[in-house]
């Protein structure tokens, strides 16, 4: 059974860091499609981080300078590295992935109906 669950949010000042993690059951991770998304109230959910199964990065201008997806194949797991968040980063984040077997996933999709797992979200909250 596939699974994904998400920790490490929480509340910060303007300008602290937190990091995300994503533990990933039943798949390996390191050769799939991965994303970051978030959802702030009353706003749609958006990508802001992306990795393919050859370790390619993508990022929104919003967190581009100040996020850094990455993962540790032997664990399973994918991180979210966010540095200098701001009220604007306050929102649901959620691990996302594209699992239809074992081959290696090449696309980088910002499209939230490309990845077919999600994880249940965890609260970050940056005040100013």
């Known amino acids: 059974q596939v699974q994904l669950v998400e920790s490490g949010g929480g509340s910060v000042q303007a300008g602290g860091s937190l990091r995300l993690s994503c533990v990933a059951s039943?798949?390996?991770?390191?050769?799939?499609?991965m994303a970051w998304f978030r959802q702030a109230p009353g706003r749609e959910r958006e990508g802001v981080a992306f990795v393919n199964g050859y370790a390619t990065t993508w990022y929104s201008e919003s967190v581009k300078g100040r996020f850094t997806i990455s993962r540790d194949s032997p664990k399973n797991t994918l991180y979210l590295q966010m540095n200098s968040l701001n009220p604007e980063d306050t929102a649901t984040y959620y691990c996302?992935?594209?699992?239809?077997?074992?081959?290696?996933?090449?696309?980088?999709?910002?499209?939230?109906?490309?990845?077919?797992?999600w994880g249940q979200g965890t609260q970050v909250t940056a005040s100013s």
């Open positions: 996302a992935a594209r699992w239809h077997g074992p081959s290696r996933c090449l696309e980088i999709s910002r499209t939230q109906s490309f990845y077919n797992y």
């Open positions: 039943g798949f390996t991770s390191s050769s799939t499609c």
